[in-house]
């Protein structure tokens, strides 16, 4: 039986390891698919305080688990395929095998989505990033791309306006599902061009291990050509890993955890931390906080239930 499941290895899951870890409660933690969350796809990480420096991601986060193991926590390989949250204690399918605990926290995150293009793959964090708060500043002067139609395109767009010599906003369509106010603010930016009806083919050049342009459609006229872009931010949404919690854990439409206050959820017990129900910040700094409260809130819960 364990104390406290934590459910994802990112920031949030990390953070709360290491408070819970020292609060004596022995946690486990499920990596998940994407062990290590997003940070763990970045280079530089240049925002997270207590790094002059920066720091690379994936050393980050390595770090975060040395330190939450030296407290004691565990960390196991693999995914929850199913989980068990009308019940005490609550079961989580850990790869098969079943496990017993007296709380959650889900901490399993928003998977970027991306346009799917292998050359797009393998040019993530040489060039390509989902990310402009965390990787616009390595632009400064470039040539800019952003792909997407939504508010998180429009803000991207408006946001590396400050680093970049041009955006280029590419819109697979010719409407836009951004709010008005969102597009009209992009729209009156003099450094963002808009291609729309446009869809990007291919990126240049993996082979250099460096993003040096795309190929471009226009869905309406059929001509294609190449353009030269040193930074490709893809803002075309995101997916909370939220699916083995469905019909249990109360969510919005897009799956996203709805907070029932701190860090809980509907569930007394069961406690969510970062991307998995904060659609707006996304930084490693407040998933780290966010995983700071849900293990502050589970210790709480489980003195309070003489657990
Ligand atoms: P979104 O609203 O779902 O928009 C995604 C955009 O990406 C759409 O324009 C979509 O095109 C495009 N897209 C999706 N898949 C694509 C593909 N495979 N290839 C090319 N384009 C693709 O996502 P979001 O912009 O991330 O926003 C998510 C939510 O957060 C929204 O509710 C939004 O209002 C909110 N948000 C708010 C703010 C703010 O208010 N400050 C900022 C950011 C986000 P189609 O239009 O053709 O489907």
């Known amino acids: ?47 997270f305080p207590g790094f002059p420096e920066g720091i690379d991601g994936p050393v ?23 989980a068990e949250l009308g019940r005490r204690p609550f079961r989580l399918n850990v790869e098969g095998e079943w496990i017993e605990t007296r709380t959650v926290i889900i901490a399993s995150g928003a998977t970027a989505r991306w346009l799917g293009l292998e050359s797009e793959h393998k ?15 390595f632009y400064r002067g470039k040539k800019i791309m952003v792909i997407g139609g ?9 946001f590396l306006t400050r680093f970049g010599r041009e955006v280029t906003l590419v819109h697979r369509r010719g409407e836009f599902r951004a709010s008005k106010i969102m597009l009209d603010r992009a729209q009156r930016n003099p450094k963002i061009k808009f291609l729309t009806n446009t869809v990007v ?50 969510t919005d439409p897009d799956g996203y955890i709805l907070s029932k206050g701190g860090a809980r959820t509907n569930i007394a017990g069961v406690f969510h931390a970062g991307d998995v129900e904060d659609r707006v910040y996304r ?5 780290s906080a966010a995983g700071c409260m849900a293990a502050i809130a589970a210790e709480r819960y489980l003195e309070a239930e003489g657990l």
Request: include cysteine.
């Open 150 to 158: 939504g508010d998180s395109a429009m803000e991207e767009a408006n």
């Open 123 to 137: 040019l993530i964090g040489h060039g390509v990033s989902s990310c402009a708060t965390c990787d616009g500043f």
């Open 1 to 47: 039986m364990q104390n406290v499941v934590i459910v994802g290895s990112g920031c949030a899951g990390n953070t709360a390891a290491i408070y819970t870890a020292r609060a004596n409660l022995s946690p486990l933690v499920v990596s998940g698919h994407e062990a290590g969350g997003q940070l763990s796809m970045t280079t530089l990480v240049e925002n």
């Open 201 to 250: 083919e291919d990126l240049y050049d993996p082979s250099q291990h460096l993003l040096t342009g795309a190929r471009l459609r226009n869905t309406v006229s059929g001509a294609v050509w190449d353009q030269e872009v040193d930074g490709f931010f893809v803002a075309i949404g995101h997916v909370p890993n939220t699916k083995v919690f469905r019909g249990q854990i109360d």
């Open 283 to 287: 930084q490693a700094i407040t998933a």
């Open 60 to 82: 980050l986060v390595e770090n975060m688990k040395k330190q939450a193991r030296h407290f004691g926590a565990e960390y196991r390989d693999g995914a929850v395929l199913a």
